[in-house]
């Protein structure tokens, strides 16, 4: 009878933990800011302020820039977890003078897109902005960049759709994963749970692919990057250290 008790109690404890765990998960993956009114214009970039509407009636803010060479595939730029597209003009503004279209776009809560982030939520919104942007330059191919978190939106993308090609910038190989790395607490990462896994979406694509990684990432070590490269069965893959 005690023994039961004591199953009972811990049983509970671990939900708890469970629970609690899920709920900061959001609040430690996700660091929106809004934007600041940066005019893309001022950088020297030609884009247009685009909206994207989700299925779930979510709107996301973002900049096409579009370059003159309409021969070549276009990118899907997804950013990491935190600030929102701003911060990443200089990016674009490199991709687009090397001839390079750019969709850049905010997920929910992020810049001036509404809503709120979630882990489900962010993944609708990479899905519905791959969407929109292969029905705006077909019949021409589109690629996906993703950088850290963006990145392992960029391989789940990847693996529903179709993209010429895939690039994944300072990839975490699953939220599990990093979680383990970041807080090494024994047993803890046995309780994320998420669909934020780039490692089993990439084990199932055959696109192109050219992983990125810095030597000295002190966030997400390079082995991550490493594993996503070995993982790819794809014909033609990369990687950049």
């Known amino acids: 009878m005690r023994f039961a008790t004591l199953l009972l109690v811990g049983l509970a404890l671990l939900g708890l933990l469970s629970w609690g765990l899920t709920r900061m998960q959001g609040v430690m993956l996700f660091h929106p800011t809004p934007l600041s009114g940066v005019d893309p214009a001022a950088l020297g970039l030609t884009c247009e302020t685009v909206s994207i509407t989700v299925h779930d009636g979510t709107t996301l803010g973002a900049w096409w820039c579009p370059a003159a060479d309409e021969g070549r595939p276009a990118l899907l730029f997804l950013h990491g977890n935190a600030g929102n597209r701003e911060g990443r003009l200089h990016n674009v503004r490199g991709l687009q003078e090397a001839g390079v279209s750019v969709l850049i776009v ?16 962010l993944i609708r919104d990479a899905l519905a902005s791959y969407d929109w942007l292969a029905g705006r330059v077909a019949p021409r191919p589109v690629a996906i960049f ?13 693996h529903e759709r179709a993209p010429a090609g895939l690039i994944l ?30 490692l089993g979406a990439v084990r199932e694509l055959t696109q192109p692919l050219l ?20 993982a790819s069965p794809a014909l033609q893959k990369q990687v950049r250290e």
Do not use: N
């Open 211 to 230: 992983v990125v990684h810095g030597t000295d990432d002190e966030l997400v070590p390079l082995a991550m990057g490493r594993a996503l490269h070995a």
């Open 146 to 158: 993703g950088r850290s978190l963006g990145g392992v939106l960029a391989a789940l993308v990847a």
């Open 106 to 121: 905010d997920y929910r809560g992020y810049g001036d897109s509404s809503g709120m982030p979630s882990e489900s939520g």
């Open 169 to 198: 910038e300072s990839t975490f190989t699953s939220l599990r994963a990093i979680t383990r790395h970041v807080l090494p607490v024994p047993m803890l990462h046995l309780l994320v749970r998420s669909r934020l896994d780039a």
